[in-house]
Nanobody, 119 residues
Framework: QVHMAESGGALVQAGGSLNLSCTAY????????MAWYRQPPGKQREFVAG???????TYADSVKGRFTVSRDNAKDTLHLQMNSLKLEDTAVYYC?????????????WGPGTQVTVSS
């Protein structure tokens, strides 16, 4: 059964850093593109960052230069290193297998992990 297990969310002050992790179950992780998404309070879910099977990275403009997506194929795990966090980064963060170029998600959403940035 396919599911994603996100972790690493926390309450952090603006300017701080967090590293999120996502372990994927039930998929052939190494051959698929993976992506991070987020849903801020009261807003729609949005794409944050994606990485193809061969390591090509794509970022939303709002996080370029601050966030880094990476993957560990040996552990079926996706990471998101978030630096210089801003109040507007507050959201529930989700990972999913994704379609390359469109970054549309493939499977149902997992529970996500809450990131709260305070002033």
């Amino acid at each position: 059964q396919v599911h994603m297990a996100e972790s690493g969310g926390a309450l952090v002050q603006a300017g701080g850093s967090l590293n999120l992790s996502c372990t994927a179950y039930g998929i052939i992780f190494s051959i698929n593109a993976m992506a991070w998404y987020r849903q801020p309070p009261g807003k729609q879910r949005e794409f944050v960052a994606g990485i193809s099977s061969d390591g090509v990275r794509t970022y939303a403009d709002s996080v370029k230069g601050r966030f880094t997506v990476s993957r560990d194929n040996a552990k079926d795990t996706l990471h998101l290193q978030m630096n210089s966090l801003k109040l507007e980064d507050t959201a529930v963060y989700y990972c999913n297998q994704a379609q390359v170029r469109t970054w549309a998600r493939t499977f149902d959403w997992g529970p996500g992990t809450q990131v709260t940035v305070s002033s």
